[in-house]
């Protein structure tokens, strides 16, 4: 069977999907640098979801999956893009992205919305955004103060519901 959807190199393209997993951030009491675990995200589940839907969609997607890194976000806004899927972990105003070390790299709603906004401004082709994360809220207002009409987050921790 033929996939309805196909991953593309460094071209336009229909869907981002960035994924963090990181395994640990650094936390600080009393000055002192801790590395604490994080609670490791069954993505490989969710990106199987998110395969099988678009294979069943019957629709032609361009899709580039990435590790979510500011450089990368950076780059797939300005290759522009029409939908970006978030996966990961969130935190009150932040988004657990990872650095070059696998450590979590918190990407505050701020810098979110600088990072999408400098990309094509208003004539930026993103037009939806879904961030699967808990406390997502701040960042996808983050993305609609960017310019993205249609934005789906999550208010709250979605473990304890």
Do not use: C, W, Y
């Given at each position: 069977m033929k996939k309805s959807y196909e991953y593309e190199g460094e071209r336009e393209y229909d869907l981002a999907y960035l994924?963090?997993?990181?395994?640990?951030?650094i936390t600080k009491t009393h000055g002192i640098?801790?590395?604490?675990?994080?609670?490791?995200l069954d993505l490989e589940a969710e990106r199987d979801l998110l395969h099988s839907a678009l294979?069943?969609?019957?629709?032609?997607?361009?899709?580039?999956?990435e590790v979510a890194t500011v450089s990368n976000l950076r780059t797939l806004v300005t290759l522009g893009c029409?939908?970006?899927h978030y996966s990961g972990h969130g935190f009150e105003n932040k988004l657990a992205f990872e650095d070059r070390k696998g450590?979590?790299?918190?990407?505050?709603?701020?810098?979110?919305c600088d990072l999408v906004g400098a990309g094509e401004g208003k004539h930026s082709r993103l037009r939806f955004v879904f961030v699967s994360a808990c406390y997502?809220?701040?960042?996808g207002q983050a993305?609609?103060?960017?310019?993205?009409?249609?934005v789906v987050a999550v208010q709250f921790d979605t473990t304890r519901a």
């Open positions: 994924t963090s997993r990181p395994l640990v951030r640098s801790k590395n604490q675990p994080i609670e490791e294979s069943e969609s019957g629709k032609a997607v361009r899709l580039r999956a029409q939908a970006l450590q979590m790299h918190s990407v505050t709603d701020k810098v979110l997502s809220e701040a960042a993305f609609a103060r960017a310019g993205v009409p249609h």
